[in-house]
């Protein structure tokens, strides 16, 4: 039994040509099936699903690119922010003869303090703060809203010290140790 095609041809209703081509086709379509792509609609449908999941990944890095710089502006606006804390709370003018030891950035730094400042900051009423290589001396309350809002600012924060109650049969209680030693 013949194919249908040689039956056609046979009987002049196609030509060589055209059995040619359409094997051809044929073949071509089989192809494309085992391949993956079974015609042009679903090449189509692929490329569109790759231009669609090109686009979310590139939405996905712009999304964390942004992300990334609204937290840096954020950090650059609490740290001037600590700054300007810094700045108009600080006490000035206290120059002295005694120096407070302290570090800063793994630096051992010398303070000059009068007397008055010198006792306040090792009794805890006044902090040490730093920020950008300048040192600044605040009060405790100050401090402890810097401390809210950066731990790493504070350098020398003393608990208070409480006044040392005098036991009545103490023999030394003539004899008062102060807390700041000077050597």
């Known amino acids: ?29 089989n192809k494309q099936k085992r ?15 790759d231009l669609a999941k090109s686009q979310s990944d590139k939405q996905a890095k712009d999304n964390a690119l942004n992300e990334q710089k609204k937290q840096q502006l954020a ?19 206290v120059n002295g003869d005694n120096d407070y030891n302290y570090t800063f950035a793994s630096k051992i ?12 900051l ?5 902090s040490l703060c730093g920020l950008d290589e300048t040192t600044y001396i605040v009060t405790r309350e100050t401090a402890e809203k810097l401390a809210e809002l950066d731990a790493d600012v504070i350098l020398v924060q003393n608990d208070k010290v409480v006044d040392e109650q ?5 023999p ?3 004899y008062q140790i102060p807390d700041d030693l000077m050597w």
Do not use: F, P, W
């Open 1 to 29: 039994m013949a194919s249908l095609q040689d039956q056609l041809l046979k009987a002049g209703l196609t030509t060589k040509q055209k059995t040619r081509q359409a094997n051809a086709d044929k073949r071509k379509k």
């Open 35 to 49: 391949s993956g792509v079974q015609h042009g609609a679903t090449l189509q449908e692929q490329v569109k699903q």
């Open 75 to 93: 950090e650059k606006e609490q740290r001037l922010r600590i700054k300007q804390i810094l700045i108009h709370h600080q006490i000035k003018n």
């Open 109 to 120: 730094k010398k303070l000059s303090l009068d007397a008055i400042t010198h006792k306040a």
């Open 122 to 126: 090792v009794n805890g009423r006044l």
């Open 166 to 170: 005098v036991i009545e049969d103490d």
């Open 172 to 174: 030394y209680a003539d």
